[in-house]
């Protein structure tokens, strides 16, 4: 592969052209549930994952903002280029006298880890929200909107919490959830206990970004995550973000909330990096990788200096944010966010986001929708 073609992997999500989501959608495709029963199912199975997520990881709901200040640094930028960037707007507020720059979310991230010290949450305690956020820069396809809805959590832990045994047993208690709610939802409709379309399985399989490229060192990123699903149909990958052997990180990832330069041991010892990850399952509907929840251990004062130098972004600590992470005075913490409409689009078994989220899409991929009997809501 040439290093063009790995910077277009490493690029973003998204399939890239209408005429490639073409071979995605599925044919001959007719939804389980009558749009009526689909809005009674996800307000089902939105309550049983917030309420149990809050009983899993020791959590409150928490309200979160949709628009912050540009000054606070506290916007996500999703990824370490700026390729990405935010809505924003000018409030002229008093004729100007006290303005406001201000930015639409694209994710709650940096926020969280504030709000754990604004609400005096102690270790081992935490936050939940319904998080909402604008995304402009995405491709749209069928699992990619601009439209966001996150349920984003946070819960502060200790230092010798900053540990791949934590960040494991965590993901493994969200896990629990998501295929509880799956159950949940089988039982409430069970006209979804279709053979074409596993369950989850109970069990998550663990592997670090380092591995998965020993085992495909011939693929693409998007590639080798397809292969391994074919393996293990559900799986949590290590480390994404950290430069892997071919020179390239798994994925791009931020520099200033997830950790993916602490050294880490695989289970067989050999050396490793990161406390952080991704949950893909596959999606035996449109026969793809399928991206449910990503977290992370957060970093602290000495690995966001790290992270910050490796990606020529130490100006960001000048920001109120990253000094408080540097002046220690924000809780260590573990945290994440769980795509809502990817989570309901794979446990009702539907072709696409727009069935079950409302949100707005080009004119040519309503039309495909229209032809592949997609019923995407407006």
Known sequence: MSSAEKRADLAGPGIGNYAQLATVLPTGYASLLTPKETQIAITGVKRYIEDNLCRELNLIRVEVPLIVDVESGVN?????????????????????????????????????????????????EGLVTDMRAVRKDYFLDHDHSAYVDQWDWEKAITAADRNLTVLTDTVKGIWRVLTGAEDYALDLYPQLKDPRFPSLPKDLTFIHAEEILEKYPDLPRKQRETAILQEYPAV???????????????????????????????????????????????????????????????????????????????DFLELPYHKAVMANELPLSIGGGIGQSRVLMQLLRKAHLGEVSVTVWPKILKELCVERNIHVLE
């Open 76 to 124: 996500d930028y999703l990824d370490r280029d700026g390729s990405r960037t935010p809505v924003q707007f000018h409030i002229s507020n008093d004729h100007n006298a006290n303005p406001i720059e201000a930015q639409v979310v694209q994710a709650a991230t940096k926020w969280k880890r504030v709000a754990l010290k604004q609400f005096g949450m102690e270790p081992g």
């Open 236 to 314: 949590f990958i290590y480390g994404i973000g950290w430069t892997l052997e071919d020179g390239y990180p798994h994925e791009m990832r931020a520099a200033d909330y997830d950790d993916w330069v602490t050294p880490t041991t695989s289970k067989d010892g050999r050396p490793m990096h990161g406390l952080n990850g991704d949950i893909l399952v596959w999606n035996h509907l449109t026969k793809r990788r399928h991206e449910l929840s990503s977290m992370g251990i957060r970093v602290n004062a000495e690995t966001l200096r790290q992270q910050l130098e490796m990606t020529n972004q130490l």
